[in-house]
């Protein structure tokens, strides 16, 4: 399965065993795990079985995230896209289309997980013709909370997830 989408500054690709080395700078960043349950992978055996585990999304659901590249250096940014999700209850819903993005430290700030968000969920309505898609954060990430705003998603609840034991937002978009 191919996975392409172009917009003015990335390209979302489907993602690969070579984005392996950009995997692990990503998730092994203690940073980029402040609002992700503070939990950085520590070996790149670790990031080999979340890629993995997404090629696997992939084959048997259709759909998974998608890894962002820089076009005007061919730098991979981290992944955004849609996942359908199976292995949560998150805020009453056992299965769901949810849209999210995971960027490198250093490219925060220029608006990457907006524009590549927008891409991901305009795939979900005009492609996969989805009627629906969510979004979560945790309670403090204002950041992320912002652009899940200027995707189009809005703002439903916040909701304890107890199976991590974190408070976090809920959000929805629905099909235009």
């Known amino acids: ?68 590249i820089e076009k005007d250096s061919g730098d991979f940014v981290g992944w955004s896209g849609l996942r359908l999700n199976t292995e949560y209850n998150m805020n009453g819903f056992t299965r769901y289309y949810d849209v999210g993005y995971r960027l490198m430290k250093r490219f925060w700030g220029k608006g990457y997980a907006t524009e590549s968000g927008k891409a991901s969920v305009d795939y979900a309505f005009n492609c996969m013709k989805l009627p629906e898609v969510y979004a979560t954060t945790e309670f403090g990430n204002q950041a992320s909370h912002n652009a899940l705003l200027k995707i189009g ?24």
């Open 1 to 68: 399965m191919t996975f392409y989408i172009e917009t003015e500054r990335l390209l979302l690709r489907e993602l690969r065993l070579s984005d392996l080395e950009g995997m692990f700078t990503l998730d092994s960043d203690p940073e980029v795990h402040k609002y992700l349950g503070n939990k950085p992978v520590k070996t790149i055996d670790e990031s080999q079985k979340i890629l993995e585990s997404v090629l696997k999304q992939y084959k048997e659901r259709g759909i998974g995230r998608f890894a962002v």
């Open 153 to 176: 998603l809005y703002y439903v609840e916040d909701f304890y997830f107890e199976q991590e034991q974190v408070n976090l937002r809920w959000y929805k978009m629905t099909s235009p």
